[in-house]
């Protein structure tokens, strides 16, 4: 599976960006999937995840009623509709495959990373 993350760009406090992850391979639909971002000088932070299905859902506290994970089978890609964007969800944005069946917010349990699409937030 390769995939490419894009929609990042510069939006001010308060504004919105939605991401999407195109990926390739025919077994796209059998992954759960999630987002991850990195900051300046911070590690890499889980930000969401779905089912393979897309019918479970699960989001990181900081980000929990702003953002929204989604997917579409049929197209080979998985959403990341961000709402009310604060300065400090500035960040690469980086998809991957959950490779396994625990700890989903572990980016060790995830392969086949995206290059990343940087979202800046200002003030």
């Known amino acids: 599976v390769q995939l490419q993350a894009s929609g990042g760009g510069l939006v001010q406090d308060g504004g919105s960006l939605r991401l999407s992850c195109a990926a390739s391979?025919?077994?796209?639909?059998?992954?759960?999937m999630g987002w991850f971002r990195q900051g300046p000088g911070k590690e890499r932070e889980f930000v969401a995840a779905i089912s393979w299905s897309g019918g479970n859902t699960y989001y990181a506290d900081s980000v929990k009623g702003r953002f929204t994970i989604s997917r579409d089978n049929a197209k080979n890609t998985v959403y990341l509709q961000m709402n009310s964007l604060k300065p400090e969800d500035t960040a690469v944005y980086y998809c991957?495959?959950?490779?396994?069946?625990?700890?989903?917010?572990?980016?060790?349990?995830?392969?086949?990373w995206g290059q990343g699409t940087q979202v800046t937030v200002s003030s």
């Open positions: 991957a495959v959950h490779k396994s069946s625990y700890y989903r917010s572990r980016s060790s349990e995830y392969g086949y």
């Open positions: 391979g025919r077994t796209f639909s059998s992954y759960d």
